[in-house]
DNA sequence: GTCTATAGGGGGATAGAC
DNA sequence: GTCTATCCCCCTATAGAC
């Protein structure tokens, strides 16, 4: 729990940055934030975060490393558990993001994406590959233990949890929290079958 | 068709601009976009935007009311046809944009919106509100019809139907046409029970 | 590692001629 | 309506002192 979510003052520097303009880009977008966003939370001067990344490309890089990083983490310390305990732990990215009024990292720079530099781009690929890869084999194994029902192939069914849960943190931002809870709910009700 | 699709050179300059506003909003995203991409575009200087749009807001505004406008004429033309006629007249909107690329403006400004100023959220909040509206007419015309077949209340399913496009959208950009064209035939499929 | 200062460029927006 | 010229601000990024 404390190394998932360390408090600001338990970080270096760097993770600090990287939390902030996790923070920033998860609520406003990539474009919409700047190093003096950044500068004023963490408490450096502007040109001390290029001290640890030259460009804002390549604090976006690391932005989308850390959250690979993280599910990876997520994924690992939820190996043994059962397939709906696994489904709750990969429900909990989005339901983190929401209790915070952010959106997930893949909609906010995929609605950008000709503005995203190639770096960042192909790590959001492989970010987005891993989040289905984890998804698809949760499903899997809950359909083969008989705890999940489910017509379509896994992966198509992946593809329709995923974008319920992205575009649910979106339209939730105007249409309320209850949106959210309602589209989670769902899922979960016809999983059950 | 002519009126719904008009070819550049049938624009007028201002509805012009707004055209070429929606392509670049909707690909790269509000704050991604500058009034010398649309000078550029439109071939008028930078300063002769600001005679039909005096701000950047007032611009963004515009787009929306655009697309409420064209929402209403394409729910008023298919007022008259089958609940499957309708659902596919609501599905275009989202292929339209898939076959350039774009994502939906209500996605592509919820996931920037605390950067993007109080009157597009309002307009956007019409926007998402008439989206709504529209398909949960078609859904519950189409239960009581018995054409489509769904457990879950009319609102609940709508929600379900939009995300799925909204992000359909999103993800396909990296993972490819395809995607979105799974989402829409799942989505068929259920819905024919 | 962090600072101040500043370069260099682009952004939205305005003034005023035509 | 459209233009050129320009203002002013903010942005990313760099230079160089401490």
Redesign the pocket.
Known sequence: MKQLNPTNAML???DYIIRVGTDLICSRGFNA?????I?REV?????????????????GLAVVQAHIKELEKLKENNSERDPWTKLNAFFNIYCNAQADKRVCIAGTLLTDLPSIDTPIRDELNKLVTAIFAWLISILEEGRRKKVFYFSSAPRTKALMIITNLMAGLQISRISGVQDFELIKNTIIKELKG
Chains 1, 2 share one sequence.
């Open positions: 270096n520097t760097r934030f700047s190093f003096k966003d500068s408490g450096i001067a502007n040109a001390s975060i290029h001290y640890y990344f030259a460009t804002k490309t390549d604090l």
